[in-house]
């Protein structure tokens, strides 16, 4: 959706703007008019296990947005909209319908002098249906990269932590992950290769150019995107299944987080 | 975290107050504390202004923050506390602003007997989520490393 089509349709029903940041404070600082705070961390991830909500927390945190299971659903965020990318694809796990990504981000429609707010809408909750989360299609475990491994796997993290090299000062450990470098025959592919300098994303032609042509990548083979814990993966996956239509891209959200600290899987560097 | 005396154990006492503060409100207010302290965070001086170079950046944070670190040459090796994060950074600024009026202007001893676990003490994890405190931790980090060198370097130059 482009930043003109979304001022358009502002106040439409059946249209819900959610804004995904990874500053958790950056919606309160002013937002698109209208649009509701939908936190990745506190709102999509379980807070106990390592896991995003159930069907009944999701069916909550969607119904007191007003959000109901045919509404359409446009989601912007700060930092190329890695977050939103990130939210898109939790409500794709749900099989949320009709969800879209503003292009370009929260920095397009700031950049153009939209409207900004600081006014919190006041919703009237709806009934979302409680459906259960379907983890087969576009998410991958470990157990599947493993059995994965061999085909086509995408690494989207910076040239720095795909190669292993630990880029921290001396008293400060590359946090995170026991081990550097990436899943056996990882391509690299950093995610923001994909966007222009304004965080929109590129032309189509550009895109094969890039994931096509000069990676080599089938939209018919089984592909699987991963990062540090997803989220920059979840741009990813959204550019190779919507944008170039891959019939089956799978986000490994345990990403480096899970792989650079498992115990006995084979890391390459 | 369990009661008060947890909270304010070993803390200078402008970060008690503002632990204080935090834990008499409720987590949303809490958001809205911190982007207060956001706001308040002072603009660089002039001789920091544009020189990014001059300053250490924190990589535990989110988003790019600078911070520099001045300890004076005198009695109580006084410290001094500069910030730069981007406004599109409000919770990596509002850490920041903890931190400012937390600490700055104290004795290097005082900075440096602040407990590893203090940005913890805000309730603020379970806020903003446990994984964006790293910011934070890494800020009380640095900044207590400065001070540490700079005290040594100051003391070994034979100053004061």
Redo the contacts between chains.
């Keep these: 959706m482009t930043t003109t089509w979304l001022a358009e349709h502002l106040g439409d029903d059946g249209l819900v703007v959610l804004e995904s940041d ?5 919606y ?2 002013g937002h698109v008019p209208g649009a509701l705070k939908l ?1 990745w ?2 709102d999509l ?1 379980d807070p106990l296990t390592r896991d995003y909500v159930d069907g009944e927390r999701f069916a909550q945190v969607m119904g007191e947005r007003g959000v109901g299971r045919d509404t359409t659903v446009v989601i912007y965020g ?1 930092k190329s909209n890695w977050w939103a990318a990130y939210a898109l694809w939790v409500m794709t796990l749900f099989g949320h319908e009709d969800v879209r990504l503003l292009d370009g981000g929260r920095a397009a429609w700031i950049a153009e002098g939209r409207e900004l707010t600081t006014d919190v809408p006041q919703v009237e909750p709806v009934d979302y249906p409680v459906v259960e989360r379907d983890d087969s299609q576009v998410r991958a475990f470990r157990e599947d990269v493993l059995a994965h491994l061999g085909g086509p796997l995408v690494d989207v993290r910076s040239p720095g932590e795909y190669s292993g090299e630990l ?2 000062m001396p ?2 450990p590359q ?1 995170g992950a026991m081990r550097g470098g990436h899943i056996p025959g990882a391509r690299s592919v950093p995610w923001a290769r994909a966007a222009n300098e304004d965080g929109t994303f590129k032309a189509r032609e550009e895109l094969e150019a890039i994931y096509l042509a000069e990676q080599g990548l089938d939209p018919a083979e089984e592909t699987v995107a991963y990062c540090r814990i997803g989220e920059r993966s979840s741009h990813t996956w959204f550019v190779l299944t919507h944008l170039l239509g891959f019939e089956k891209v799978r986000n490994y959200d345990g990403s480096w987080t899970e792989w650079g600290n498992a115990v006995g899987v084979p890391v390459e560097r | 975290m369990g009661t008060t005396d947890d909270v304010r154990a070993d803390l200078p006492a402008a970060m008690t107050n503002l632990a204080e503060d935090f834990h008499a409100v409720t987590e949303r207010e809490r958001l809205q504390l911190l982007l207060e302290l956001s706001h308040e965070l002072p603009d660089l001086p002039e001789r920091y202004a544009g020189r990014l170079d001059q300053m250490e950046r924190v990589d535990e944070c989110q988003s790019p923050l600078f911070l520099a670190v001045e300890v004076a040459d005198d009695e109580a090796r006084t410290v001094s506390l500069f910030f730069d994060a981007p406004a599109e950074a409000p919770t990596t600024r509002g850490f920041a602003g903890i931190l400012h009026e937390g600490l700055d202007g104290l004795p290097a001893e005082e900075v440096l007997a602040v407990p590893d676990d203090a940005p913890y003490r805000f309730g603020l994890a379970e806020a903003v989520s446990p994984l964006r405190m790293r910011g934070m931790v890494g800020m009380l980090g640095r900044i207590k490393r400065q001070v540490r060198l700079r005290s040594e370097a100051l003391t070994a130059g034979g100053g004061a």
């Design positions: 990874e500053d958790v404070l950056l309160d600082t936190d961390h506190t991830n700060d880029l921290h008293d400060y946090e």
